[in-house]
Each structure stands twice: as structure tokens, then as C-alpha cells.
Nanobody, 114 residues
Framework: QVQLVESGGGLVQPGGSLRLSCAAS????????MGWYRQAPGKQRELVAR???????DYSDAVKGRFTISRDNAKNTVYLQMNNLIPEDTAVYYC????????WGQGTQVTVSS
């Protein structure tokens, strides 16, 4: 059974950094486009970043220049490096396999607060 398992969330002060990881099991990871979404309390889920099989990346305007998505196909893992975090980045972050059918991870909480 295919699964996505996120890790790396937590509490960080404004200006700090976190790296999220998403490990994929049970699938040919390298052939899928992958992404990260987030959902803040009371808001809709939004796409944060995506990465193609060839390594091309795209970011939302809210995180461009601060977040970096990457992938390691040998480890079946996609990462989200988050720098210069601000309170508005507080959300549950979800890893997603961008294929039909979509596959979501369980989510990991990121809280940015002093």
C-alpha cells in the first residue's frame, strides 16, 4: 500500500528554520510530481511548492525566496526547507503525490511563535 509519511514539524520562533521530510513507500517515487500544501486554521488548503520528476520547482508567492523544495529519488523522499519563518506560516503541512489519484500524507504541524 502506498503511503506518504511527513516529519520535521514543530514549534519555531519567527526568523527560524525547519526542514520537513516526506517519505514515500510502496510506489515508484521517481516518476511522480510531488508537492507540499498547507492549511492554516479557518483557511483553505493552499499549494506551497511543487517539484517535477526532472527537478523543476514552483512556489506560491507567499513563500518564494524563503522555502525550497527538493527530492532525493534514491531515498524516496521529498523535502521542504523553510527559512525566515513568520507567524503566517503556522499551519498543518501536507505532502502530496500529484498524480491521479492524488495521495496525501497525514500532515505535520508547524507553529511559528515567540
Amino acid at each position: 500500500q502506498v503511503q506518504l509519511v511527513e516529519s520535521g514539524g514543530g514549534l519555531v520562533q519567527p526568523g527560524g528554520s525547519l526542514r520537513l521530510s516526506c517519505a514515500a513507500s510502496g510506489s515508484i517515487f521517481r516518476i511522480y510530481e510531488m508537492g507540499w500544501y498547507r492549511q492554516a486554521p479557518g483557511k483553505q488548503r493552499e499549494l506551497v511548492a511543487r517539484i517535477t520528476t526532472g527537478g523543476n520547482t514552483d512556489y506560491s508567492d507567499a513563500v518564494k525566496g524563503r522555502f525550497t523544495i527538493s527530492r532525493d529519488n534514491a531515498k524516496n523522499t521529498v523535502y521542504l526547507q523553510m527559512n525566515n519563518l513568520i507567524p503566517e506560516d503556522t499551519a498543518v503541512y501536507y505532502c502530496i503525490r500529484l498524480a491521479n489519484p492524488l495521495l496525501w500524507g497525514q500532515g505535520t504541524q508547524v507553529t511559528v511563535s515567540s
